[in-house]
């Protein structure tokens, strides 16, 4: 097999599908993560890391086939969304189940938001 036939054309495409199939495999984890955790703070856990990169790779390897300026910008903006939002919706989940008595509060290692609630519920009844 003479490697010089092969050129980066080849190479991106064969990048492309790795990056492709190790996204589809942390999405899968993550899907699979969220039907088998047991509370709804693993579950946010499964939800936003591994999901994320997931994607992220997904992106990286549907850019790395396009290679057009528009579909790169367009793929780029689609991961930085991700980066920005998928935090904070897991955050709010976090809090709401939280305030709702849907977390198991005597597991948490460190549960600041308790001492929080109950610093702010002892200002108002001042």
């Known amino acids: 097999m003479n490697w010089n036939q092969h050129n980066w054309s080849e190479?991106?495409?064969v990048a492309s599908l790795v990056c492709?199939?190790?996204?589809a495999v942390l999405c899968l984890?993550?899907?699979?993560g969220l039907v088998r955790l047991p509370d709804v703070l693993t579950r946010i856990?499964?939800?936003?890391?591994?999901?994320v990169a997931g994607l992220l790779l997904v992106l990286l390897g549907a850019g790395l086939r396009l290679r057009?300026?528009?579909?790169?910008?367009t793929l780029v903006?689609?991961?930085?969304?991700?980066?920005?939002?998928?935090p904070v919706?897991?955050?709010?989940?976090?809090?709401a189940a939280y305030r709702t008595g849907r977390t198991d509060r005597e597991h948490l290692v460190v549960d600041?938001?308790?001492?929080?609630?109950?610093?702010s519920r002892g200002d108002q009844g001042e």
């Open 11 to 13: 190479a991106a495409d």
């Open 20 to 23: 492709m199939l190790a996204g």
């Open 29 to 32: 984890l993550a899907g699979i």
């Open 45 to 51: 856990h499964a939800a936003t890391k591994p999901q």
């Open 68 to 73: 057009d300026v528009a579909d790169l910008g």
């Open 77 to 86: 903006l689609v991961g930085l969304f991700q980066l920005l939002t998928v």
């Open 89 to 95: 919706a897991a955050h709010m989940v976090g809090r």
């Open 112 to 119: 600041e938001l308790g001492t929080a609630l109950d610093k």
